[in-house]
T-cell receptor
Framework: GESVGLHLPTLSVQEGDNSIINCAYSNSASDYFIWYKQESGKGPQFIIDIRSNMDKRQGQRVTVLLNKTVKHLSLQIAATQPGDSAVYFC????????????FGQGTTLQVKP | DGGITQSPKYLFRKEGQNVTLSCEQNLNHDAMYWYRQDPGQGLRLIYYSQIVNDFQKGDIAEGYSVSREKKESFPLTVTSAQKNPTAFYLC??????????????FGSGTQLSVL
């Protein structure tokens, strides 16, 4: 079946360090992946996305890496700041499953001052 | 919140009562979605609509109903048949182009609790 999972429920990092949040998926037909950030009591906020024809994409302070061979997705946050503290979700969708985004459980990122 | 407005922010339901959560978007998006989020959990799809006057059940549609009479509106009714309605409800919209999936934009959510 389809599943999207995150390796760690909570990640604690020191302010200024780099953070790496990992995600595994099982549907090899998935061709579009998104990372969302959710702060307490708010809706998820789009961070960055990547399509399956790419293996890396960079944004402002964030990089997403996609390894289709092992069905692994990661989000790297450079110079982590207190404002980065939130729950991070990865989500996947297959072209054949238009509109049905499948979300992982989420990883809580805690930034220590 | 990316042009998606959910209301109310907090809602309380009495036993046996139906309640309706509002979701309005001014992004001119064709597709709209309702997700349920339980504490410490990911998002689960309740219903989605790809176009006006059409909608499909998601993974946990039992006890819920929707309508899509207008492009900008996708209200969700939590019926009395939903025995565990307490959760955070999120509405989202997207504009798939040329068969490609696109990112979802989310509203700020409605917290539903049972009295």
């Amino acid at each position: 079946g389809e599943s999207v999972g995150l390796h760690l429920p909570t990640l604690s990092v020191q302010e200024g360090d780099n953070s790496i949040i990992n995600c595994a998926y099982s549907n090899s037909a998935s061709d579009y992946f998104i990372w969302y950030k959710q702060e307490s009591g708010k809706g998820p906020q789009f961070i960055i996305d990547i399509r399956s024809n790419m293996d890396k994409r960079q944004g402002q302070r964030v990089t997403v890496l996609l390894n289709k061979t092992v069905k692994h997705l990661s989000l790297q946050i450079a110079a982590t700041q207190p404002g980065d503290s939130a729950v991070y979700f990865c989500a996947e969708i297959a072209a054949s499953n238009t509109g049905k985004l499948i979300f992982g459980q989420g990883t809580t990122l805690q930034v220590k001052p | 919140d990316g042009g998606i407005t959910q209301s109310p922010k907090y809602l309380f339901r009495k036993e046996g009562q139906n309640v309706t959560l509002s979701c309005e978007q001014n992004l001119n998006h064709d597709a709209m979605y309702w997700y349920r989020q339980d504490p410490g959990q990911g998002l689960r799809l309740i219903y989605y609509s790809q176009i006006v006057n059409d909608f499909q059940k998601g993974d946990i549609a039992e006890g819920y109903s929707v309508s899509r009479e207008k492009k900008e509106s996708f209200p969700l009714t939590v019926t009395s048949a939903q025995k565990n309605p307490t959760a955070f409800y999120l509405c989202a919209s997207a504009n798939p182009r040329r068969g490609q999936n696109e990112k979802l934009f989310f509203g700020s959510g409605t917290q539903l609790s049972v009295l």
